[in-house]
């Protein structure tokens, strides 16, 4: 059976290189903490000394709201929850309807893709206090931050205005202060204040540069056998007028592998012509195992997709097993 390896050493380095950025992190563990299996990265980054964690709905904060002081939904729904569980605040509307306390404000600071409006915001603060909800968290989401572009440092500084409104109508309401966080993984190092939290995802699990990969896919051998001028797999995409050795691997597209018609580059090898459903066939005679990827920087380059959405579609099916 196929294993994924998560690499405890790498995942703890990633968070110690954020740590000396801002130590308040917020990680994000949504989806299945990108695939990498949310009840198994939750026990380690407890143990690493991870406080809070976002994720993407109501089940997945019932799934952890064991492990951390505070859990941040991003889409929840609008029910009441317990104390450690914040509701991220998306729209007006969904304020309106709200009937869970804890929550925080989500801003569209310019992605226009949730939050409210800049020019919502008093409304907003007034039926908090209203509902007397107790803002926790106040934030917003970069739409460019893996590019050197402008638009970054437009939504900081809508992101600090909003900051300085929030903060004037809590002193003048006696209202706790909420604290602050803009970050993602790819402005961690773009900006001149991260405020008080950061909300890492991707960085984390190694997914971009600079950051060590924590995830490793290794698939066992079914069977092995030789082919001549022939060829192997559906529509025998892959024809060899030569002999050669074949290793058949028990990994597929249903596994999360991106569908290919001819061939991908592996670790060691080469996978030749079309994935099948539950396989793939590999150049070479292996006797047990071979490794698909062991970091899905390069494993990306065979398809035009990012390393988030590889990561992120592997079946929960697949064994996790954490190594040092
Ligand atoms: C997914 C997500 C993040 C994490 O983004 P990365 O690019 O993986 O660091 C942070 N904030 C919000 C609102 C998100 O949806």
Do not use: W
């Not at 380690?44 to 492990?67: D, Q, S, T, Y």
């Not at 939050?115 to 739409?143: M, S, Y």
């Amino acid at each position: 059976m196929a294993t994924l390896y998560l690499n405890k050493t790498n995942l703890f380095k990633n968070l110690q290189k954020i740590s000396s950025i801002n130590p308040n992190i917020l990680a994000v563990i949504k989806d299945n903490a990108y695939g990498h299996g949310i009840i198994t990265i939750s026990k380690l980054l407890k143990e690493f000394g991870i406080k809070k964690v976002c994720v993407r709905n109501n089940n997945e904060a019932e799934m952890v709201k064991g492990f951390f002081e505070e859990i941040l939904i991003f889409n929840p729904n609008t029910g009441r929850n317990g104390i450690n569980i914040s509701y991220a605040i998306n729209s007006i509307n969904q304020l309106k309807k709200n009937r869970h306390p804890y929550i925080h404000l989500k801003i569209d600071t310019g992605m226009h893709r949730n939050g409210i409006l800049i020019d919502e915001i008093d409304e907003a603060l007034g039926i908090i206090l209203k509902k007397n909800f107790e803002l926790r968290g106040v934030f917003t989401h970069f739409c460019c931050s893996e590019e050197e572009n402008c638009d970054t440092f437009i939504q900081y500084e809508n992101f600090k205005k909003i900051k300085k409104t929030v903060e004037n109508f809590c002193k003048k309401n006696n209202l706790k202060k909420p604290y602050f966080h803009i970050a993602n993984s790819t402005a961690l190092n773009k900006l001149p204040d991260t405020f008080d939290y950061v909300r890492p995802g991707i960085a984390m699990y190694g997914g971009i540069e600079g950051y060590e990969p924590v995830m490793s896919l290794v698939g066992d051998v079914v069977s092995v056998r030789e082919i001549e001028n022939d060829g192997v797999g559906y529509n025998k995409m892959f024809f060899s007028k030569d002999k050669v050795k074949l290793s058949t691997i028990d990994v597929g597209y249903s596994d999360g592998i991106p569908y290919f018609k001819n061939g991908c580059k592996l670790k060691e090898t080469e996978a030749v012509g079309k994935i099948s459903m539950d396989y793939m066939s590999v150049l070479g005679e292996f006797k047990k195992h071979v490794v698909i990827f062991d970091d899905i920087k390069e494993f990306v380059k065979n398809f035009d997709t990012i390393t988030y959405d590889i990561l992120v579609k592997m079946s929960p099916r697949i064994k996790r097993v954490v190594i040092e």
